[in-house]
C-alpha cells in the first residue's frame, strides 16, 4: 500500500453520509451474527485452555488459523479490515490489490482488536447465550468469528468517520490535535442525539430480524425474541459507540504526523 500522504482528491467519493450509510449497512450484520450465535449455549469447552489439545484455546485456535487462510488471499490488505491475530499472518499468496489511500498512513495500523475481544467474551457472550454445552464446538466458533469480525470492522470504522469529519472541518480538530487534547477531541466527537437514535434504530430491526414467528398461533410468539433487542440496543450504547469513537480519538492524535 502506498504511504503518501493524504490529500483531499482521497476523499472525493467518501462522504459523511457514505460512512454513515455504510454504518447502518453494518448493523444488520452484527444483529444477524448475534442471532445466529443465540442459537448455541455458551459451549465453555471452547474457551479453555487446558482441554483445546491446540495452543491456547479452541477458539483462539481456529480464529488464528482463520485469519491466516484469509490473509494469504487478501482480506487484510482492505484498511476496513483489522485481524486479531496480526503477528501471525502469513505474506499473500495472490497478486496484491490497488486500494485507494483513504485514510492518513499513521492512523491504519490503529487495531484494538485486544479490547474487543475481551468485550467480547467476558463482557456481551454472557448476556445474550444461555448456558449448556451442546457440542457444537467447531459451529459455535464460526459464529464467534463472525461475531468478532462484523464488531471489529464496526468499530474500526471510526477510523473513515474521523478523516472525513477533519476533512470537513480541520479548523475545528487541529488546535487540539496539535496539543494531543484527547477530551477536547471526544467532546467534538460526541452527539448524544445521533447515539441515542443508533441505539433506538439497532433495537428496532433485532425486534424485526429476530422476533419468533409461528404460523399456528401468531399471538404464542409475539413478543419472543432470538436476542433482546434492549441487550442489542445496550451493546452500541455501552461498547460498540464508545469503542468508535476511541478509535476516532486514536486516528486524530496522529492525523497531523
Not at 49 to 56: K, Q
Request: hydrophobic share 35%; net charge negative.
Amino acid at each position: 500500500m502506498s504511504k503518501k500522504p493524504i490529500s483531499s482528491d482521497s476523499c472525493l467519493n467518501m462522504t459523511l453520509d457514505s460512512v454513515r450509510e455504510s454504518l447502518i449497512g453494518q448493523e444488520d450484520t452484527i444483529i444477524f451474527c448475534l442471532i445466529e450465535r443465540a442459537k448455541y449455549p455458551i459451549n465453555s469447552p471452547l474457551y479453555d485452555e487446558s482441554v483445546a489439545g491446540v495452543p491456547g484455546s479452541l477458539v483462539e485456535y481456529i480464529v488464528k488459523e482463520t485469519e491466516a487462510l484469509q490473509a494469504k488471499v487478501g482480506r487484510y490488505e482492505s484498511p476496513e479490515e483489522n485481524p486479531f491475530f496480526p503477528e501471525n499472518l502469513p505474506p499473500l499468496i495472490v497478486p496484491p490489490h490497488n486500494i485507494p489511500q483513504v485514510l492518513h498512513p499513521s492512523g491504519i495500523s490503529i487495531n484494538i482488536n485486544k479490547t474487543i475481544w475481551d468485550t467480547y467474551f467476558n463482557q456481551l457472550l454472557p448476556l445474550f447465550v444461555r448456558e449448556g454445552n451442546d457440542g457444537n464446538y467447531v459451529p459455535t466458533a464460526t459464529c464467534d468469528l463472525h461475531c468478532l469480525q462484523a464488531l471489529s470492522r464496526r468499530i474500526h470504522y471510526g477510523k473513515f468517520v474521523a478523516e472525513i469529519k477533519f476533512m470537513d472541518a480541520p479548523e475545528d480538530y487541529s488546535p487540539a490535535i496539535r496539543a494531543q487534547d484527547r477530551a477536547t477531541l471526544m467532546s467534538l466527537l460526541t452527539f448524544e442525539k445521533v447515539e441515542e437514535m443508533v441505539k433506538q434504530r439497532v433495537e428496532k430491526k433485532t425486534m424485526v430480524f429476530g422476533q419468533e414467528v409461528s404460523l399456528n398461533d401468531p399471538d404464542d410468539k409475539k413478543g419472543k425474541y432470538k436476542v433482546d433487542p434492549s441487550m442489542v440496543s445496550r451493546l452500541y450504547g455501552e461498547w460498540v459507540m464508545p469503542l468508535t469513537k476511541l478509535v476516532q480519538v486514536e486516528y486524530l492524535l496522529r492525523r497531523l504526523d
